[in-house]
């Protein structure tokens, strides 16, 4: 095999990309765990909290994150029993639930985020001048969408008084 391959940019890209990310996860699954989340139940609350109404139709939260459908409805179950998530019918389709942030989960995300802000700063943007985050942000962006087309399903906004009891489950 030619030595000369490693060197390649590609292979330096996609392992700094994992190293980076490795790391990370490290510092931000520690601090999770002091409030009792894990990475996934994380990833889960912010999503929901980001979303119209605070909530999101199951398949979308799967296709939002890495779980697939029986995934998400584990997570769910489990937090709905830790009483951070509920589920609430779609009126239109029997068939379709939302998954929906209650206030102790909002409470948990609360509590969780200004450490996980820290962490953010000091490990990940604070490293990057302010025209390198924004190019960072872009391509990553790009990647996440031809890779992940899925990233940001059901996430569009909606009218306020939509946003409770949406149509089109």
Do not use: K
Not at 23 to 51: I, K, N, Y
Not at 101 to 126: K, M, N, S, Y
């Amino acid at each position: 095999m030619n030595q000369n391959v490693f060197d390649d940019p590609r292979i330096t890209a996609v392992g700094l990309l994992f190293e980076a990310h490795a790391g990370l996860s490290a510092r931000f699954s520690a601090q999770f765990e002091e409030h009792g989340l894990s990475s996934v139940e994380f990833e889960v609350l912010t999503r929901l909290a980001r979303s119209p109404g605070n909530q999101l139709r199951m398949t979308d939260l799967a296709a939002q994150t890495s779980l697939s459908t029986s995934g998400v409805t584990r997570v769910v179950d489990r937090m709905e029993r830790d009483g951070l998530l509920t589920r609430r019918a779609c009126p239109s389709d029997r068939r379709s639930s939302y998954a929906v942030v209650t206030a102790a989960g909002l409470q948990r995300l609360d509590e969780t985020l200004p450490g996980h802000l820290r962490i953010i700063e000091q490990w990940f943007t604070g490293q990057l001048d302010p025209d390198a985050l924004h190019a960072l942000l872009d391509g990553l962006r790009r990647v996440r969408d031809a890779v992940h087309p899925g990233a940001t399903a059901g996430s569009t906004t909606v009218p306020v008084e939509s946003a409770a009891a949406p149509t089109g489950c």
